[in-house]
């Protein structure tokens, strides 16, 4: 690594002063349990009906292969220190990957202040459901969306009677709304 002294914890400092720090993503608990269940649930699933989709199935295996330099790296170079490092390639998947749904999730937001929503005020509004409803409405897309649809029309009344309130007439409501499955303690 050139003149870059360790900053520990796998962090590396370059001679310019800034911090890389790999991942690691095999070392998560996540990781180790899609690693040595993956096998059981893609057989098991194909024992009782039609397997998991394809897709799933991929997602779980870009996921092993997300941020590891055995499958695949790139050498950067930083042009003012002339450092080197190697940083592995990201799965980029939508699904099971925290790393690059966390990334996705700050792009996204970076687009939608930057580029996409007016500078005005807002609010975020979080509708979570109880589990047993949770499987329901993601096993199908048309029952969620008419529960969203419930949701925002209520949210938005409440809105304009709050702006009425305050003297504001002919306001405007808008959403953005992301659906999340997957959460960091592998539900």
Same mark, same amino acid.
């Given at each position: 690594?050139?003149? #870059?002294?360790? /900053?520990?914890?796998?962090? +590396? ?12 993503? @095999?070392?998560?608990? =996540? &990781? ?8 059981? =649930?893609?057989? @098991?699933?194909? @024992? ?6 394809? &897709? ?11 941020? /590891? =330099? *055995? $499958? ?18 990201? %799965?980029?998947?939508?699904? +099971? %990957?925290?790393? %690059?749904?966390?990334?996705?999730? $700050?792009?996204?937001? *970076?687009?939608?202040? @930057?580029?996409?929503?007016?500078? +005005? ?5 979080? !509708?979570?459901?109880?589990?047993? +409803?949770?499987? /329901? ?10 529960? !969203? ?7 938005? *009344? =409440? ?14 409501? #808008? ?13």
């Amino acid at each position: 690594m050139g003149e #870059g002294g360790a /900053v520990g914890a796998g962090g +590396v400092r370059p001679a310019c002063g800034g911090v890389y720090r790999r991942r690691q993503p @095999e070392r998560s608990l =996540l &990781y180790r349990a899609v690693q040595e269940n993956l096998a059981t =649930l893609v057989q @098991e699933a194909a @024992e009782v009906g039609r397997g998991l989709p394809r &897709y799933v199935e991929r997602d779980f295996a870009r996921y092993l292969e997300c941020g /590891v =330099l *055995a $499958h695949g790296f790139a050498r950067v170079r930083c042009e003012g220190c002339k450092d080197e490092m190697l940083v592995a390639f990201s %799965c980029k998947g939508r699904g +099971v %990957c925290p790393s %690059c749904n966390a990334k996705r999730a $700050h792009v996204t937001a *970076a687009h939608l202040v @930057e580029k996409v929503l007016p500078r +005005v005020p807002y609010r975020q509004w979080t !509708l979570s459901f109880p589990h047993r +409803v949770r499987w /329901v409405l993601a096993r199908d897309a048309r029952l969620f969306s008419d529960v !969203l649809g419930v949701f925002l029309r209520a949210l938005f *009344a =409440l809105q304009r009677r709050r702006a009425r309130r305050l003297g504001i007439r002919g306001g405007q409501t #808008g959403a953005v709304s992301f659906l999340q499955r997957f959460g960091s303690a592998l539900q």
